[in-house]
């Protein structure tokens, strides 16, 4: 038997090892031609979405499989980036990751509402929140507007109400109720009204109740014009008077007008403030010249009285004025005049100082703080007293008049108008004295109202012939004024809080009864109410941490509702009032001890400043007794 050699004996190994490494020499050419694809398949990608303006996209290539990823900037823009990797590779082969950016929130819209009021009628324009309701603004409207003809017009969008819409739809319509013909313009963050007042009066006491309307917080612009009073006559007095001048009365046709009068009798000497209202009325556009000129014409002369009445100028110089320097004052103010207006300068004469004293005749009128008035000194015969008690009654108030009046037939011409003339200027007076004699006219005394002296010049003026003298020496008081009396929201707070402080509001245990000691406290309370209507007041019912919380809240509540139901039952309005319970959530003490819980145990009296912000507690709160 024939042996074989080793090589011969393995041939299997040999076989095995060129199998192995065929097979190691194709998978590197595999891996080597998968990798060649995938790089290829990345550059066309990439290259595809570059130019098309997909920078933003992101691709993965594994084989045949292709993943784009990245956020596209909507769904068109996701779906565009698709399409171009689709150009390059097969559509199935693509493995969409992309994202897509949330849509931004749509922004709400800016609402707002304008008020229109005229003649009875009620425009509502504008954009409002769905929850603010259209119908229940109409509805307040009328309610605050009786027999108002309303065209809502009103839309609404399906947002949030801005911060401090609320507050500021709700004052801007109950503005209408004190309101002219106007316009308000709400926003949440600002209000702004457009009105017309009668007069100037009406305008301060318009602009001061809307003042005291207003939130807190909340900016408000008043924008109310007065129409210019019609002054008949057109009239300004200026006096000089032993070192003192001043004016008793200032009219100005224009800004301008007013503008040149100041400045002459600053030029005068004239220091504080000075009043010169605009009016309608006047004789000529070239008021403010002759004016001027009459100013300093008397400044030129020294001391002495200019009046104008409408077109009529006179010029009175002081007693003792040397003649000359008269003459040459009189000639200069006559040439600077401009036309329509006329001059009369009078010097008086100087006394013969042989003669002697001469009682003058005088006739007196005195009205008192009370209203009383008392008529004294000398009339011309029945006829004349019968007429003038008669007008002073209708002036005053028949139960007001006294008469201590006696006759005198050599009374000088003239008296009877200079008398009545002088009883209708002190109709402005609230209290004071009138004195006329043959030489002049003198009034003294107190009034509520700013203009009562130009208003007092201005009857005297008109009414006296041309050059009659009189003196006027009146003083505003402002506790006199009707609209000084009309209290701020603190002031009003001050008073409650000072009421509250002489007798706490009480209740009986575990109940809502108010016992006899806080009776009177709610009387004073009440009345301090009455001149308050305006002010948005809560009333707080507060309680110790004794019991439930759900109980003291309760019982907080119902007490807050009983004092407001027992200022009700006293006949005040109570629409400016809310009654809130907040139980036992405020303690202003310890509840540790019985001082500290009865301390807890109160009423309090606040300014309802914001609807979202918890108002200062008051200097003196109200408190009710042991529950």
Known sequence: MTSQSPLFRSPTLAHVLAIALGATACLGVAVWAKRSVEALTLDGLSLSLSQAGHDWAEVDVDGLSVTLR?????????????????????????????????????????FSIELLKNDGNISLIGLVPTLSDPERIVARVGELVADARISPLLETA?????????????????????????????????????AVAEDADDKADLERRLKQKSPPGLAVALRISAPRPVVAPFTLRFLIDDGELRF????????????????????????GDITCPLALGTPSTRWGEAAVAGIQGLRAMGEGTLTLSNADVTLVAREGTSPALFERTAAELEAALPPVFSLSAILPETPDAGDGPVQPPEFTAIRSPEGQVQLRGRLGDAQMRAAVE?????????????????????????????????????????????????????ISGETGAKD????????????????AAFDLNVTYSEQLDPLSEI?????????INAAGAAAKITFA?????????????????????????????????????????????????????????????????????????????????????????????????????????EAETPETPEGDSTE
């Open 452 to 467: 009562a002296q130009a208003q007092m010049a201005r009857i005297l003026s008109g009414k006296l012939p041309d050059g």
């Open 248 to 271: 008793d009365a200032c009219t100005a046709d224009s800004a301008a007008a007013r503008a040149a009068i100041i400045r002459a009798a600053r030029q005068a000497g004239v220091v």
């Open 70 to 110: 990245g956020t596209a900037a909507d769904e068109a823009t996701r779906f565009a980036a698709l399409s171009a990797a689709g150009r390059v590779v097969d559509a199935s082969r693509i493995i969409d990751n992309m994202d897509v950016e949330a849509a931004a929130a749509i922004k709400a819209p800016d």
């Open 158 to 194: 399906q947002f949030e109400a801005p911060p401090g819409w609320d507050r500021a739809l709700a004052f801007g319509i109950e503005a209408l109720e004190v309101l002219p013909s106007s316009k308000v313009s709400i926003s949440a963050r600002r209000v702004t009204i457009e």
């Open 390 to 442: 008669s007008y002073a009654a209708a002036q005053f108030g028949a139960d007001s008049i006294y008469s201590a009046t006696r006759l005198d037939g050599s009374l000088p011409g003239g008296w009877p108008l200079r008398v009545l003339t002088a009883l209708e200027a002190m109709g402005h007076l609230h209290h004071g004295v009138t004195s006329v004699t043959a030489e002049s006219i003198s």
């Open 509 to 613: 245990p575990s109940s809502t009864e108010i016992e006899a000691a806080g009776v009177k406290t709610i009387d004073a309370i009440s009345e301090i109410l009455r001149d308050c209507k305006d002010v948005a007041i809560e009333i707080g019912g507060h309680t110790d941490s004794q019991g439930r919380e759900s109980m003291n809240n309760q019982l907080s509540q119902a007490r807050a509702d009983a004092v407001l139901n027992a200022i009700m039952a006293r006949r005040v309005l109570v629409s400016n009032l809310t009654a809130k319970g907040y139980g036992e959530s405020q303690p202003i003490a310890d509840n540790k001890t019985e001082a500290g819980r009865e301390t807890n145990r109160r009423i309090e009296f606040r300014l309802i400043e914001d609807n979202t912000e």
């Open 487 to 495: 209290p701020t929201p603190e002031e009003c707070l001050k008073r």
